[in-house]
Structure formats: structure tokens, C-alpha cells
């Protein structure tokens, strides 16, 4: 990295310095910046997606080090089908490999996988067979559940809640949070507490939208191929120094 980039000067954050009583539950991840990362370097934007699985292991290391019970990450939103076929149907294969390359791995170090979004018509047979594989395979893990967010919209599932809901047969009258929550892909699943995302956009881009609503959001400039256990420990630090009111006070 050259020294003018971002992230080439990270803090300095570690989990000694860090406060262990204090550790976020839950955090979740917005892995953006890849095409930029490519672009950058000449490349296709589908080596930056390629160069972002060596920063999602080293981000699951690091949520492991610090004895983060949740992590989420968001690999591909409903949105993302507005891309070209050709990088569409990359990121189907890459992330489908992703999960044979590396499910082993996981499974040894105690990671629990899961996923949230939509098992639609336009998600490969083929990646839906190696996701259910995959929480087979680390059903019984505990240390950590890694959620993969794929094929996943903050709107499309609050809408597939409202549907169940429908579906259920709820009264209008017994509908409030925790009927909702309850229908949610991941229902026992805590709200994050700390949002980390990279690429330098300062938005949520359909991501746990209802979950979020007392999220400390952490923005960086460093593009998600870039990302290292570092970054990570650099954002649990700012987290740490914010004061989280819940619409109270402090
Ligand atoms: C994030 O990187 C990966 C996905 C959204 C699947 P991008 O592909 O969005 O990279 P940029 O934002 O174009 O740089
Ligand atoms: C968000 O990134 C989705 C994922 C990281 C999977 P996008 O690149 O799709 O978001 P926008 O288009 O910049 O809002
Ligand atoms: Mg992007």
C-alpha cells in the first residue's frame, strides 16, 4: 500500500487496548470499494472482489480475537443484479468457491455460517446447495456466527416479514416488534452494534434497515480489498469512545 492511501495509516487500536467489558456483541460489516481497488491497479473489477476474501478472513480473525459473538457481512444486496451478467455471474461463482475454499477453515476455528436473504429464482441451485452445506457443516459451532448477507435487502426483509405475518394470520392488534423481529431470517439474531463501512460512502445502501435503528456507524475511506484486523480494531476503538443514549440520557 502506498503511503497515501487510505488506511495506509491505521490506528492503533489492539485488543489489549481495547476495553473487554465493553466489546461490541455484534458487528456488521458493508464490504464495498472493490471495483475501485481494481480500477486502481488496472484491473477488472472482478479481481477486487478476489482481493476482498483475504480482508474477510482477516476481518473474521480479528471479530475472533476480540471474542465478537456476531459478525455480519454484506456480500451481495438485492441490488447488486442491476450490475453487468457477466459480473453478476462472477460474483454468484466467486462467492459460491468462497464457501468451499474456506468453509473447512471456519468450521475449525468454531465459526457458526449462516445467511440472510433471499433464496430467490435468480440465486444459482448450485450456491444454494453449498450455503446449506455450509450451516450443516457448522450448525454446532458457537465461538462465532458469521452471517453472510447475500442476496439480502433491509426492505425485502422487512417485506418478507410482513408477508409471514400475513401469512400467519396475525390480528392487526398483536403486531409490534417482536411479532416483526420474529420473522426476520435471523429472529435470535442481536441488533448490530457497531456498522463499519468502508469505500468512503457515507450510506447504509439497503443493509439492516430496521435493525440498525441504534447502530454506531463507523465510515472509512479504505476500500474493502484493503481491509485488515487492524481496521477492524481501529472501529471497535471509536465505538468505544462514543456514548450510546437509545433516545435517553446519558
Ligand atoms: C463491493 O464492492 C462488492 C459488492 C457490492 C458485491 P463494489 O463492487 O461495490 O466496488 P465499488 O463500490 O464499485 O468500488
Ligand atoms: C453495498 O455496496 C452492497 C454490498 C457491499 C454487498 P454497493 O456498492 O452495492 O452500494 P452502493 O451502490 O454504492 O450504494
Ligand atoms: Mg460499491
Redesign the pocket.
Known amino acids: 500500500m502506498h503511503s497515501d492511501e487510505p488506511g495506509a495509516n491505521p490506528g492503533t487500536s489492539t485488543p489489549a487496548t481495547l476495553v473487554t467489558g465493553a466489546m461490541p456483541v455484534h458487528i456488521a460489516c458493508v464490504?464495498?470499494?472493490?471495483?475501485?481497488?481494481?480500477?486502481r491497479r488496472g484491473l477488472p473489477?472482478t479481481d477486487?472482489?478476489a482481493a476482498?476474501e483475504a480482508a474477510l478472513l482477516d476481518t473474521v480473525e480479528g471479530a475472533l480475537e476480540l471474542g465478537v459473538s456476531w459478525l455480519t457481512m454484506?456480500?451481495?444486496?438485492t441490488e447488486?443484479w442491476r450490475?453487468p451478467p457477466d459480473?453478476v455471474r462472477y460474483?454468484m461463482g466467486f462467492n459460491e468457491g468462497l464457501l468451499m475454499r474456506r468453509r473447512d477453515e471456519l468450521n475449525d476455528k468454531g465459526v457458526r455460517i449462516r445467511f440472510a436473504g433471499r433464496r430467490d429464482w435468480r440465486v444459482p441451485r448450485r450456491v444454494l446447495r453449498r450455503m446449506d452445506e455450509s450451516v450443516a457443516l457448522t450448525e454446532s459451532n458457537r465461538r462465532m456466527t458469521l452471517t453472510m448477507a447475500f442476496n439480502y435487502g433491509g426492505r425485502a426483509e422487512i417485506v418478507d416479514a410482513v408477508r409471514a405475518l400475513v401469512a400467519d394470520g396475525v390480528p392487526a392488534g398483536k403486531v409490534d416488534d417482536k411479532a416483526i423481529r420474529a420473522r426476520f431470517y435471523q429472529p435470535e439474531q442481536p441488533d448490530p452494534d457497531l456498522v463499519v463501512r468502508t469505500?468512503g460512502?457515507y450510506r447504509i445502501s439497503n443493509f439492516l434497515l430496521w435493525q440498525l435503528a441504534y447502530s454506531e456507524l463507523v465510515f472509512t475511506d479504505v476500500?474493502?480489498p484493503d481491509f485488515r484486523r487492524q481496521h477492524l480494531f481501529d472501529a471497535v476503538g471509536e465505538y468505544q469512545r462514543r456514548r450510546r443514549r437509545y433516545g435517553g440520557v446519558s
Do not use: C, I, P, V
Open positions: 464490504m464495498d470499494g472493490n471495483g475501485r481497488w481494481a480500477a473489477r477486487g472482489h476482498g454484506y456480500a451481495f444486496s447488486n450490475r459480473e460474483l469505500s460512502e476500500l474493502w
